[in-house]
């Protein structure tokens, strides 16, 4: 099935340490959504982004919907141990292409060290 | 606050079995959809419902996968003549009214197929 590009694929980094991923598409989105997955678990949601160029945090998290409406980004600051997982970005195209299914990024995995 | 509920956490299963996989969506989200999640891949759409009606479904799903929702409440997805490429993760998510809402997951059943 189709999947988005995320990038990067995995990422070691230091605690404490500013952590950014992005989420690009051949397609235009209306919705961008990032999630977070821990083994044996099912995706949690992190983000929720609905307007081009909007800019969005939750806690030490902050994403934005990209302006031409083919990417997104994430950010994550001051890392700590319990960040450490899978994030994922999803998006959906919505009415422009009359389905309401989200696709999702092959994932980014991140490791924190302590 | 209840969250999305599936049934059973782990299925393991012989080749050629049938097996059900029940979910529950969160009470007052009218859309439901299911999907398969392989190791080091993104969640992959199957199917989605809204309300009791089955709106769209992915080339993903062969002919021995079937999904129900007939009371607009809970599904359930059945796959027949299990393979061992059926092996997966089964995540479903509901989502409520509303061109722009997110997806809430359940935390999936685990399927080994031996």
């Known amino acids: 099935g189709q999947q988005l590009n995320q990038s990067p694929q995995s990422m070691f980094i230091q605690e404490g340490e500013d952590v950014s991923m992005n989420c690009t598409s051949s397609?235009?989105?209306?919705?961008w959504l990032w999630y977070k997955q821990d083994p044996g678990e099912g995706p949690v949601l992190l983000i929720a982004?609905?307007?081009?160029?909007e800019l969005t945090s939750n806690g030490r998290l902050t994403a934005q919907f990209g302006i031409t409406r083919k990417d997104s980004f994430l950010n994550i600051s001051a890392s700590i141990p319990s960040d450490v997982g899978i994030y994922f970005c999803?998006?959906?195209?919505?009415?422009?292409?009359?389905?309401?299914?989200?696709?999702f990024g092959t994932g980014t995995r991140l490791k924190v060290l302590a | 606050d209840t969250g999305v509920s599936q049934n059973p956490r782990h299925k393991i299963t012989k080749r050629g079995q049938n097996v059900t996989f029940r979910c529950d969506p969160i009470?007052?989200?009218?859309?439901l959809y299911w999907y398969r999640q392989t190791l080091g891949q993104g969640p992959e759409f199957l199917t989605y419902f809204q309300n009791e009606a089955q709106l769209e479904k992915s080339r993903l799903l062969s002919d021995r996968f079937s999904a129900e929702r007939p009371k607009g409440s809970f599904s359930t997805l059945e796959i027949q003549r299990t393979e061992q490429g059926d092996s997966a993760m089964y995540l479903c998510a509901s989502r409520p009214p509303g061109a722009r809402s997110p997806l809430h997951f359940g935390n999936g059943t685990r399927l080994t197929v031996t």
């Open positions: 982004l609905y307007k081009a160029g």
């Open positions: 999803a998006g959906e195209p919505g009415a422009t292409s009359g389905t309401y299914k989200y696709i």
């Open positions: 397609s235009i989105f209306n919705t």
């Open positions: 009470s007052e989200h009218n859309r």
